[in-house]
C-alpha cells in the first residue's frame, strides 16, 4: 500500500468517508478479531492455520509503532494467539512464506519505509530464528508480490523506499537441498516496468502471473502480465477490470482472487478473480467494507483478510473478513471480462 503519501501529508491526504457497517450476506463474513490491531503485516497460511507477520500495530495519532509479535490464527475453532519467539526485526510489507513447521521472512521495509534484504527462518520446533543469505546487494525490497511453488519463492517487483517501485524480480532456493545453500538468491526476468503491491500466481504449466499494483508515482495498474517457463520477457493479458494496488490476493479453486486494494485517492470494496487458462477477469461480490494494507491467505479454498485499514489513513484494524468463492453462485450478474 503506497502509505507513504498519507505520511508525507500526515494524515491530510486521509479521504472516504466512514465506511458503511459490515454485512455478512453472501460469500464474505466476519470471523473472530485478533488479539492486535494490524497493517501492511506479512501473510501466510501454515497448514490450516494463518500466521500473521509484523506491520503497523498502532495508529500515526498513536506513534505507529511496528510490532514484532506474530499472531497465529486457528481456522477449525477461530481462535488467536502468540506465536514465539517475536521476529528479529520490525518491519512492515514483508515476504512471508512457510515450508511444513518453518517460517521464511524474506525481506520487508523499516520504520522509515526503506527495502531491508536480511532473511530469516524459523523452525517452530526448535523456535530460534536463524539468518539466511540475505538479497544481494542493490536488490533489496518489501511491498513485492510472492509465489511460493517448493523449493523456491519468487518475489515480483517491490518497493525500496517510500515511494521506489522496481521491476526486478527474485527467486530464492528454500530447501538446501542437492548441495547448494538455502537462501541462494537469482535474479529472474525484470518486469516491463516498475511496481509494487502487485498480485501474483504461478499456474500449473509454470508460468508466473502478475496483476495491477502501483507504479513508481503510487499510480494504480489494471495490467496483467505473464512470464512462460524459460521466457526471457513477459507477455501483456487481459487487463484488470479494476486498476489497483495493494489487493489481497490468493489462489482459490485454480483462480487468482484480487479483493480490496487501494486507488490513488480510496481503499476498495471491489474483488475479481482471474482465470489463467482462459485469460478472464469475473467480477465477484464487493467486501463489505473497504480493505487496503492487508494480505491474505488461503486454507481449505478459503480467502482469509486478516487486519488492514478500511480507508488510506494509518489506522490499523483487527477485523478478519472470510471469502468464499463457492457462495458467490447465485450472486445475481457477476459479469466477466
Known sequence: MTWSRCLAL???CACGDEPMPPDDSGPWRLTTEMPGRRLEAGVVAMGTQVVVVGGYSTSLEEGLEIT????LFDTFD???KELPPEVPVAWTHPAVVSVGGSLFVLGGLDRDLVAQGESYLLDLGGRVWERLTPMPAGLERGAAAVVHEPPFA???GGSQQARGAIATNLAVDLSGNNGTTRGLWAELPPLPSPRSHAAAARMEDGTF????GTDDEGRPLAETIALA???????????MPT???GCAYGIVYGQLICAGGETETEALTAVEAYNPTTDLWTVLPDLPEPRAGVHGAVV???LYLPGGASALRFEPMASVYEFTLLDTIGQGDLGSR
Do not use: D, K
Request: hydrophobic share 50%.
Open 209 to 212: 502471473i502478475v496483476a495491477g
Open 243 to 245: 486498476a489497483r494496488g
Open 10 to 12: 500526515a494524515l491530510l
Open 154 to 156: 519468487y518475489l515480483f
Open 229 to 239: 517457463p524459460n521466457a526471457t520477457a513477459w507477455t501483456v493479458r487481459s487487463p
Open 68 to 71: 514484532r509479535t506474530m499472531l
Open 78 to 80: 477461530a481462535s488467536w
Open 300 to 302: 481449505g479454498q478459503r
